[in-house]
């Protein structure tokens, strides 16, 4: 069970996502409303692969940071982002102004993932990233297993070493990582640098502040969260996504109307006051909701459990051995001392039956 409170209004608007913002490619829509989790790799640049008779590209740097670590609704994001060593802090920092993403309004982050996905822009043509989606409903599953629980710690870990073998499986030349922390830094860094060996890492607090590609990173993280967001609010309200297909159609004054109007579940934050009443109001007594709600959250068990929410108690197992296959069927449909397999697809018939 977690829920990560947020300190002010001011935050809480700036982690709610824009009505219009960008959908780039990392937002696979169908996967979104199965509820599954998924990944989702930028194509490499050229610029970044092997050159001919080459083994090795550009030395690249690689930035790794998440988004939605503690909303009760929607998935968490871990976003990767790699480019030339050297451009990083020239075209990330200078030109594009990246920072960490908690910090940019909503539109701002929109638009630099919308530049990055550009084809022709230097980013695009210089940048690569990858994300991926941990969904909410395999988040809970996961940390509400009997045994075994898998709890977000762990999850996010696995889901940052896919990401980057994934990345390096694809030939970029990764030489530095750069890691926003889960956690003690020192003991994540050890752990990263026990799969990748071969690699300078760097695991620091509020890396997202301090270096362009961890900066980078979160915006493709956070950018995704908003846009799937956005998408399962369209799933719950079929005429959001008819206004959103209708943006460009209206005049200026439809268009800002529908953008203040937002989405009435708000950032998804269990302190964020429009979250909770949503909640509260789409709350099926047995289901709960959909795929877009973490259930193993604080905010979903309590009310669950004491808004109104159907309990259900489960019959403990019976050891094994003690039932058979047959004792499932109707009694009497043979004869007790008749022989169980020659009857089982039935009991013989006489002459009589023709």
Known sequence: ??????????????????????????????????????????????????????????????????????????????????????????????????DDSKVLTPAVRSALMETLCTPGTVLNQSCGWAVSNLSARDIGANMLRPTAIYNLNAQA??????????????????????????????????????VFPTVKITVAKKADSLYPCVSAASVCAKVTRDAALEVLYEARDPARREQRQKAGDGDDEEEEQQKAEGMSWGSGYPSDARCVNWLKQNMHPLFGWGPECRFSWGTAKDMLESKGGVKVEWPLEEDEGTSRVTDFFVEGSREKDSDELGTWFGTPAGLEAF
């Open 1 to 98: 069970m977690e829920d990560s409170p947020m300190a002010d209004d001011a935050n809480i608007e700036l982690e709610t996502p824009a009505s219009d913002v960008f959908l780039p490619p990392s937002v696979h829509r169908e996967t979104l409303h199965t509820g599954e989790s998924y990944t989702h790799f930028s194509p490499v640049p050229d610029s970044l692969k092997p050159a001919a008779g080459s083994e090795l590209g550009e030395p690249c740097c690689l930035g790794v940071d998440e988004a939605g670590r503690g909303p009760v609704l929607g998935p968490m994001v871990y976003g990767v982002f790699y480019l030339p060593i050297p451009l990083s802090d020239p075209l990330l920092k200078t030109t594009h102004h990246f």
């Open 157 to 194: 870990m696995d889901a940052t070493v896919a990401l980057i073998e994934g990345v390096l499986s694809r030939g970029v030349n990764v030489q530095e990582i750069y890691v926003d922390t889960i956690g003690q830094p020192a003991a994540y860094q050890k752990k990263l640098e026990r």
